[in-house]
């Protein structure tokens, strides 16, 4: 089992910069494949980015894709997601996952979640 922790949410003004953290707890972090989504008032849970297990691979949102970077730091047990040129329809709650398996744009593929972090983007 693995248990994540997000931080690093937010207000800050459209063109501006947030790094999001995700920590996990367990000896096996280098094991799974992560990823990060979000969730706007209302809406369905989205795919944002997603991370292979050694971080040499990664996959995007076309909406984010350019402007965020997903990155993980195996030594720190630690998953980062840098966001850049934020837009006001990026304001959400943002998630992290992990999984053994499954890497991917599909939140169903994902066994393990964080309690998310407040992102506001203010035009």
């Known amino acids: 089992q693995v248990q994540l922790v997000e931080s690093g949410g937010g207000l800050v003004q459209a063109g501006g910069s947030l790094r999001l953290s995700c920590a996990a707890s367990g000896r096996t972090f280098s094991n799974y494949r992560l990823g990060w989504f979000r969730q706007a008032p209302g809406k369905e849970r989205e795919f944002v980015a997603a991370i292979s297990w050694s971080g040499s691979s990664t996959v995007y949102a076309d909406s984010v894709k350019g402007r965020f970077t997903i990155s993980r730091d195996n030594a720190k047990n630690t998953m980062y997601l840098q966001m850049n040129s934020l837009k006001p329809e990026d304001t959400a709650v943002y998630y992290c996952?992990?999984?053994?398996?499954?890497?991917?744009?599909?939140?169903?593929?994902?066994?393990?979640w964080g309690q998310g972090t407040q992102v506001t983007v203010s035009s």
């Open positions: 996952a992990a999984d053994k398996t499954y890497y991917g744009r599909d939140p169903g593929g994902y066994d393990y």
